[in-house]
């Protein structure tokens, strides 16, 4: 469980987040909308611990992540993550930028990890390019590298950090049906996210961010059929 | 009106002598370099904290090396620090003063490098729970090499040729040896046209093991 308390994260005099709260339940799909510069993606870089926070507190299972006895380290392994730019490994082969993170930060084996990686590519489609480079891999399939690489540490939870913005329209698909398998798996995902078609069919909740704040949290039917926020009407009335 | 007759019989006596010095010149540009290259990361490294002591020990550092003659950076270990009582051999000069040189060079560099590398990658890195060495030895530090490859090429080439000040320091290394047996014989013309082409020779090689070794290092 994911609990998150009167959050709030500034960048210098700026406030990006204004007290956030919201719990995410094992198992549940949540879909996180808004406008650029709302604060949701902040929000996911403070859940892993990547931003620092200013006020509140995020508690993942019952550790406090910006707590300062806290192994973050430890703690990031449960929380998969996926870049808006998938950040692939350029100069390690599809299956070391699987492989490393288990070996070096989970110890196992060589072995173990290359069985690994090469089961959590099989998992997004890319047991064909094992061996291939990055640079020789489209967005697409970069993207899914990503996934497969934040699946091999064998994760509570995946953050997806608007994992389809920077792709080409014909890639995106791919990547989604990457992400609808694994919301079918059972995986607790939050996904920040551009993709209204996805956030209405897969989530379990969705919430609208507006300038820092959480404007509304409800299930898809709610926010997509008969939001109370004036925000959040405008919001998707823009996007459709 | 030219009247000069070349011998090249004593140079061609002390070619073996010569290429030996030449092996003692690849040798102290070649550890000149591992020194350089290691102490430039740390430089580079420091000069990116922006504040400290290590920023400033770094940026002094980078600053004399890269803005005085690189000469006056070898008396400094020779002559500087011989004021002081303390003694090194022409070699140890020599390797001393090559090191600061190479390092100041090569830090600047790594800065360049470190600096074109996306932060987002650090992020991705620790995101999958690596630690903040991790990430850096495993996945920024390769990455930044691939980047720099060729500017420590040039600086390998360099240190090879800057290693002939050495002879100024009574380092015997290919310019000092060729400069004993030229005072000896008195065919410095001839002396000094052969070791050229041993240095010409040395820097060829030196750049085909680099071109070797960077297609065994960057498949990608």
Redo the contacts between chains.
């Keep these: 469980m994911i609990e998150i308390r009167s959050l709030e994260k500034y960048f210098g005099a700026l406030q990006v987040l204004k007290g956030i709260d919201l719990t995410v339940e094992k198992g549940e799909v949540l879909s996180v909308i808004g406008a650029s510069g709302s604060g949701k993606s902040t929000l996911l870089y403070c859940i892993?611990g990547?931003e620092a926070i200013q006020k509140g507190s995020v508690v993942v299972d019952g550790t406090n992540v910006h707590a300062k006895g806290t192994d973050i380290?430890?703690l990031?392994?449960k929380?998969?993550?996926v870049?808006q730019?998938w950040?692939s490994?350029?100069?390690l082969t599809a299956l070391e930028n699987v492989a490393?993170?288990p070996r070096?930060?989970?110890g196992k084996s060589r072995t173990e990890a290359r069985d690994i990686a090469e089961r959590q590519l099989r998992h997004v489609g890319l047991d064909d390019k094992l061996n291939a480079?990055?640079?020789a891999l489209s967005g697409g399939q970069q993207q899914r590298l990503?996934i497969a690489?934040?699946l091999a540490?064998e994760p509570t939870y995946m953050l997806f950090d608007e994992a389809t913005s920077a792709l080409d329209p014909e890639l995106v698909g791919e990547v989604l049906d990457t992400m609808r398998l694994l919301a079918e798996e059972g995986m607790t995902m939050i996904c920040v996210t551009h993709e209204m078609g996805f956030a209405r069919d897969v989530s379990d909740r969705v919430a609208y961010f507006h300038q820092g704040v959480m404007e509304e949290i409800g299930p898809p039917e709610q926010i997509f059929g008969e939001a109370k926020s004036e925000h959040t009407r405008k919001f998707l009335a823009n996007v459709r | 009106m030219f009247d000069y007759n070349f011998h090249w019989r004593p140079v061609m006596k002390s070619l073996p002598d010569l290429l030996e010095a030449g092996l003692l010149t690849l040798q102290v540009a070649t550890l000149s370099m591992i020194i350089g290259i290691v102490i430039g990361l740390l430089l580079a490294l420091s000069r990116m904290k922006k504040t400290g002591p290590a920023y400033w020990l770094a940026t002094a550092w980078v600053e004399l090396a890269r803005n005085t003659p690189a000469l006056f950076q070898l008396f400094f270990f020779g002559f500087g620090i011989g004021a002081f009582g303390i003694h090194l051999s022409p070699f140890a000069i020599v390797l001393a003063g090559l090191s600061f040189n190479c390092a100041g060079y090569l830090a600047e560099n790594f800065r360049g490098g470190f600096q074109a590398i996306p932060d987002t990658q650090l992020r991705a890195a620790r995101s999958l729970g690596m630690t903040a060495w991790q990430a850096h030895t495993r996945i920024i530090i390769p990455q930044v090499f691939r980047l720099v490859y060729h500017p420590i090429t040039n600086q390998m080439v360099w240190a090879v040729l800057m290693s002939s000040l050495g002879m100024l320091v009574g380092f015997r290394e290919l310019s000092g040896e060729t400069q004993f047996f030229a005072s000896r014989t008195f065919r410095i013309f001839e002396y000094f046209a052969v070791t050229a082409v041993i240095y010409y020779a040395i820097v060829k090689i030196v750049l085909g093991a680099s071109r070797l070794l960077a297609m065994r290092l960057f498949r990608y």
Excluded: D, E, T
């Design positions: 892993n990547l380290n430890k990031r392994q929380l998969g993550m870049f730019q950040n490994f350029p100069h490393l993170a070096i930060v989970k480079y990055p640079s990503a690489r934040a540490m």
